[in-house]
């Protein structure tokens, strides 16, 4: 059972070793906010924007200057208009157009890594950069560069430098912010005069009763969908590898029955959500699973805990792709609902099945076993190395 392996895991992620909170909703002596472990209360909170703001920000001046275009820190009007806007240029058939250039590169990836690979190193980590990269019409040589400061921002530390200290990490992630909105104001500018065949192009160009996005929205908006649709790809697909290797039994009935993928991905996000947790802040005062939580209090969702609430998933730490219903929250719920969510869920499939397609069968290495990530709100291997088996 996956919950069983540590390696690493991060001890705030206590319920991936099989431990349940308990209760539902705990107070935080240090900030007077609380954490969210429960389903139910999850979905409450994820559903109520007025109550429960995701403008966090007011609350980290530091990160102030990002919140112009920034979806996940706008709420309802204003979020609802910015996702109306954004929405016709990321649209279905853009996602769906792409599945031929994702196996190509999902395809030269895999060549170039040969039987053993490191699957983050050389699929999972490149592969979303690069779609987001050509999505948007980064120049492919600087793509490089460009996908250095997205890994220096989501990690919060320079190359070799150490993750220990949370307020240098964030300066650090603040800089890289910085040099990624100015790199794509300058991308989104020029296509203003010379329009493209890319999504930037589609961003400035996006109008819902004449009104447009403006230009810190565009490259702010641009900067999070490279982040988030970046980060989520990577762990998903690392996830879902771990759950297959765990789980032969399942790994040979999708390599049987590819239509097995999806509920596959789907249990993989319940089981190893991940994005652990998301931040929101009291408006008023509120009441939550039997606590009264003041205004201006940050409230942190655990995910990956209400994904395994017994209360609503039976048997929460078995991984099981026949699950039915499985409404987990691993992209999020209410108006912030994942909006890369298919374009993770297509990458997913895409290199999934060129692995059973590739391989008679991979799984781990033991003497290599994983290694995950640090990061309390993360979930996700930062090297997996497989054999083909």
Sequence with gaps: MIASERWGLPESQFWLRGERPATAVQRDPDTGGAHVYGHAEAVRVLGDPRSY????????????????????????????KLRRLVSRAFTPKVVAG??????????????????????????????????????????????????????????????????SDPEQRTRTAVAMFRKLRDYLTEHADERRAHPREDLLTRLVEAEVDDVRLTRAEVAHFAT????????????????????????????????????????????????????????????????????????????????????????????????????????????????????GAPLARLEGEVVLGQLLDRFPGFGTVPEDPPRFRGHPSLTGVQRLPLRAV
């Excluded at 996830?239 to 239509?259: F, G, K, S």
């Excluded at 190893?272 to 947790?277: D, E, I, V």
């Excluded at 929460?316 to 992209?331: E, I, M």
């Design 98 to 163: 792409l599945e031929p250039r994702i196996t190509e590169i999902t395809r030269e990836l895999l060549d170039r890594a040969g039987d053993r690979l490191d699957l983050v190193a050389d699929v999972a980590h490149p592969l979303p950069s690069i779609v987001i990269a050509e999505l948007l019409g980064v120049p492919a040589d600087e793509r490089d560069l460009f996908t250095g400061w997205v890994d220096v921002a989501l990690g919060g530390t320079e190359p070799g430098g150490s993750d």
């Design 224 to 339: 999070s969908l490279l982040i988030a649709g970046h980060l989520t790809t990577t762990m998903l697909l690392g996830n879902t590898v771990l759950c297959l290797d765990a789980h032969p039994e399942h790994q040979a009935r999708a390599r049987t029955d590819r239509r097995a993928l999806p509920a596959v991905i789907e249990e993989s996000l319940r089981l190893l959500s991940p994005f652990a947790s998301v931040a929101r802040v009291t408006t008023a005062e509120v009441e939550l699973g039997g606590q009264r939580i003041p205004a201006d209090r940050p409230v942190s969702v655990w995910l990956g805990a209400a994904n395994r609430d017994p209360r609503r998933f039976p048997d929460p730490d078995v991984f099981d792709p026949a699950r039915d219903p499985n409404p987990h929250l691993g992209f999020g719920r209410g108006v912030h609902f994942c909006l």
């Design 53 to 80: 703001s995701s403008n966090t920000s007011r609350l980290q001046p530091q990160m102030q200057e990002f919140v112009e275009g920034d979806l996940l820190q706008w709420d309802p009007p204003e979020h609802t």
